[in-house]
């Protein structure tokens, strides 16, 4: 079994900074690609940010220049430091984990189960 933990999120003022964190645990064989998607009230869930093991990362528009991904391959581990917030960057945000399980199975995305970041003064 694979779990997603996130932690982080929370309150911010515009303008501001939150961190969000995401480890993956359990039988884990790789992980191809780690990311943050968002969902606000009355929209799709959206691509936020990815990071591929070789450090390969890929943005959404909308957050380009203000939200940073790193991880930590050794600890299966995703962050993403979000600078600059903005009201409208108010949703819920789930890790995502593109791994195999064992080394004959196919990637398959796992998902955390949200945390809420709200951008108001």
């Known amino acids: 079994q694979v779990q997603l933990v996130e932690s982080g999120g929370g309150l911010a003022q515009p303008g501001g900074s939150l961190r969000l964190s995401c480890a993956a645990s359990?039988?884990?064989?790789?992980?191809?690609?780690m990311g943050w998607y968002r969902q606000a009230p009355g929209k799709q869930r959206e691509l936020v940010a990815a990071?591929?093991?070789?450090?390969?990362?890929n943005y959404a528009d909308s957050v380009k220049g203000r939200f940073t991904i790193s991880s930590n391959n050794a600890k299966n581990t995703v962050y993403m430091e979000m600078n600059s917030l903005k009201p409208e960057d108010t949703a819920i945000y789930y890790c995502?984990?593109?791994?195999?399980?064992?080394?004959?199975?196919?990637?398959?995305?796992?998902w955390g189960q949200g945390t809420q970041v709200n951008v108001s003064s």
């Open positions: 359990g039988i884990i064989f790789d992980i191809n690609r």
């Open positions: 995502n984990a593109r791994l195999r399980v064992v080394r004959m199975a196919a990637y398959a995305d796992y």
């Open positions: 990071i591929t093991t070789d450090g390969s990362t």
